[in-house]
């Protein structure tokens, strides 16, 4: 494993950090800034949207320079909005520096797994982008009820320093480990080079039917984690104080489908996301009718990360092969996906809430939206499968041709003896 590959883990662990722990902490937040709770929440919003505006923009900014300057440049940026936020007096700047951190999460994630690609050999690209999400996954598992605890009992601020120190480190091990070029990367002059390089890859339906299975699948899984902790107290009947370690439970299961789904999207990119998808629909549709069962709900929280995460590699590899010589911009649109899912299915959860369905419903639309998922990955394996055959007999077709030309000639010249 190239060592390189740590350092982007950690600028993932980082990022996870500030995206994930300030659920655990927006009542602290709130009452510091004497702001309500819903106020409160859209430093989370608002980080998600930014993050789908800095996966497109800035992606879309860089894509003519060099990949590892621009990683470290990105986590400068992210390493500035974490300060921000550490030292923020009032609520709007709070805010400022949640938006500076998120423009780096996009283009960061879409970039490095360009790069963490680049890093490996052709049969191994998908396991290398799982052990950059490896420090996504860690985030939840670990990084997220610590980060928590930490901000109980030392401020919520200690919290962000904390953070802004990891991304420290991550720089550092950019810097050091990261080559300077991957074997993926296209020079700025290049025909698949620069911006316009880039948008070619988006004339690619794979590409688009890529990116809409990732916003429904991780949707999804999503739309039915959102509202978790409530499902957790209301209906299965644990108590407020277990829900950070069932947390943990569902990050273990993140982090084994985040390795296992690298592993098998190296053997057979679709053929893994049709089976993880239709396995998760199967898991939200169980989940949805045991969740008043405390030994099965564990069992459903394990196999939700761990097929909900298994998803990720394969997305990813998927819209990177489609865009071929052109990935970073791809890429980075793709990250946005994910969070565009993110809002899709915490969105459809608190509809159904809101309608009166009672704390299952998130699951059984996350259920329906990954139905929807699975339908479109269909549709997008068959047009697949039906285009290289296509290649295929077009390739036979113009070896026919040659060898017929070959003959006519060969005849000719006979006739000329």
């Known amino acids: 494993m190239p060592i390189g590959l ?10 996870g950090l500030t995206e994930f722990v300030i659920m655990g902490l927006l009542p602290q ?48 940026l992210f390493i500035a909005g974490n300060l921000v936020s550490a030292t923020a007096p009032d609520y709007a700047l709070m805010m400022v520096g ?19 690609a680049s890093m490996v050999a052709p049969t191994k690209k998908a396991g290398a982008i799982a052990i950059m999400f490896t420090g996504l996954t860690a985030a939840n598992v670990l990084g997220v009820p610590f980060g928590t605890m930490l901000g109980q009992a030392a401020g919520w601020r200690s919290t ?21 070029t991957g074997a993926g990367d296209s020079a700025p002059g290049s025909a698949s080079g620069g911006l316009r ?27 039915a984690f959102t509202y978790i902790a409530f499902t957790l107290t209301e209906v299965t009947g644990f108590s407020a104080a277990t829900v950070p370690w069932l947390l943990i439970i569902f990050g273990v299961g993140l982090f084994i489908g985040n390795t296992i789904g690298g592993k098998a999207a190296d053997r057979n990119v679709d053929r893994t996301l049709l089976v993880v998808l239709a396995a998760l629909v199967v898991v939200l549709v169980v989940f949805a009718l045991t969740s008043a069962n405390q030994p099965m ?4 929280m394990v196999l939700l990360g761990g097929f909900g995460f298994a998803t990720v590699p394969g997305l990813q ?3 990177m092969k489609y865009a071929d010589s052109a990935p970073t911009l791809a890429s980075g649109a793709n990250i946005g996906a994910f969070n565009v899912g993110n809002a899709l299915g915490a969105w459809m959860g608190g509809v159904t809430i809101t309608a009166g369905l009672g ?41 026919d041709d040659a060898a017929r030309d070959d003959a006519a000639v060969e005849s000719a010249e006979l006739q000329r003896i």
């Open 98 to 116: 949640r938006i500076i951190a998120a423009l780096a999460h996009g283009a960061f994630f879409g970039i490095g797994a360009v790069v963490a």
């Open 29 to 76: 937040v709130a009452a510091d800034f004497h702001v309500t709770e819903a106020t409160a929440g859209w430093l989370i919003s608002g980080y998600a949207l930014a993050v789908v505006v800095g996966a497109l923009l800035l992606t879309a900014a860089v894509t003519r320079f060099e990949r590892k300057p621009v990683l470290a440049v990105l986590m400068v």
């Open 297 to 300: 709900t564990i069992a459903s």
């Open 317 to 319: 590899m998927r819209v």
């Open 6 to 15: 740590i350092a982007l883990a950690l600028g993932g662990l980082g990022i």
């Open 197 to 223: 390089g880039e948008l070619r890859a988006f004339r690619s339906g794979q590409v688009w039917l890529s990116i809409f299975v990732t916003i429904l699948g991780y949707g999804g899984m999503f739309g």
């Open 359 to 399: 704390y299952t419903s998130p699951i059984w639309a996350g259920a329906g939206i990954t139905l929807l998922g699975l339908g479109v990955m269909v549709f997008a394996a068959v047009a697949a499968k039906k285009a290289t055959r296509h290649r295929a007999a077009g390739d036979d077709a113009g070896l």
């Open 160 to 180: 962000f320093w904390a953070i802004t120190g990891i991304g420290v480190l991550a720089l550092v091990g950019i810097l050091a480990l990261v080559p300077k």
